[in-house]
């Protein structure tokens, strides 16, 4: 259980790389790591929405950050590689990378669901995780404590009807975790967990639950302090894990 000291925690010194980061889950994580004194890089596709991020963090007065647009979609092994580079030649180090980047198409019976929409969601919530991580793995050996932290799906832990493809795709994370925690086991500095944020009120709930009031969710600032502790000091030692939250408010009836 996390004590309020760990909640607490400080990132001064390190970097720490977020995907996703100008919407949403995503959005929120980068400027909470930049006002626990991170350095930041954001990655995310849209140019516009990064310099967004990139001012406002600027003008909490918080570590300058680093913005890397990416298309995480069409992204190839040597632009994952190159991304790497320009970390180290930018940063000099990389102590996390929290994967917030997520790709939905839309909830649809298996029967109208096509192989376009399955691999688009698998490229960017398996695959580019995998691949974004191996080219990193050399600078985060290099660090004195680092941490990766995959973002699931509640769906990919439990499968539901209609999911198909998207579920699938944060299903493979589960895999990717456990194999990478097995793998990295003579890397004492080095740990991978996996955190299932819930239902909460983010943009990606309001298009697969529309239905759904957004005072029965969570909301994404309950979500931070759990962001912040799995890639602080505080979890050193902790590895393979896999985070369910259910952070809802209690109905009273």
């Known amino acids: 259980m996390m004590t309020t000291e760990q909640n607490n925690a400080s990132l001064a010194g390190r970097v720490i790389l977020v995907t996703g980061a100008t919407q949403g889950i995503g959005r929120e994580v980068a400027l909470h790591y930049a006002r626990h004194g991170a350095t930041v890089v954001v990655l995310a596709r849209s140019v516009k929405r990064l310099e967004g991020v990139y001012d406002e963090i600027v003008a909490a007065g918080a570590p300058e950050p680093v913005a890397i647009p990416l298309d995480l979609l069409t992204a190839t092994d040597e632009q994952f590689n190159n991304l790497a580079f320009q970390i180290k030649q930018t940063c000099g180090r990389l102590d996390g990378i929290v994967h917030c980047a997520s790709h939905f198409y839309a909830l649809s019976p298996l029967s109208n669901q096509t192989v376009d929409e399955w691999m688009s969601q698998y490229r960017i919530n398996t695959v580019a995780p995998f691949a974004l991580t191996r080219a990193c793995l050399p600078l985060l050996t290099e660090s004195p404590d680092a941490a990766v932290l995959f973002v699931g799906e509640s769906h990919g832990a439990k499968p539901g009807a209609y999911w198909g493809g998207f579920g699938a ?55 931070l302090p759990h962001f912040l502790f799995w890639v602080s000091e505080a979890s050193k030692g902790q590895s393979g894990r896999v985070i369910e939250l259910d952070l809802r408010p209690q109905l009273v009836s």
């Open 169 to 223: 795709s944060k299903a493979g994370l589960h895999y990717l975790t456990a194999v990478a925690a097995n793998e990295w086991d003579v890397y004492p500095n080095l740990r991978v967990n996996l955190l299932i944020p819930g239902s909460v009120n983010a943009p990606q709930r309001n298009r697969t639950h529309p239905g759904e009031a957004k005072t029965e969710r969570a909301q994404i600032a309950d979500l």
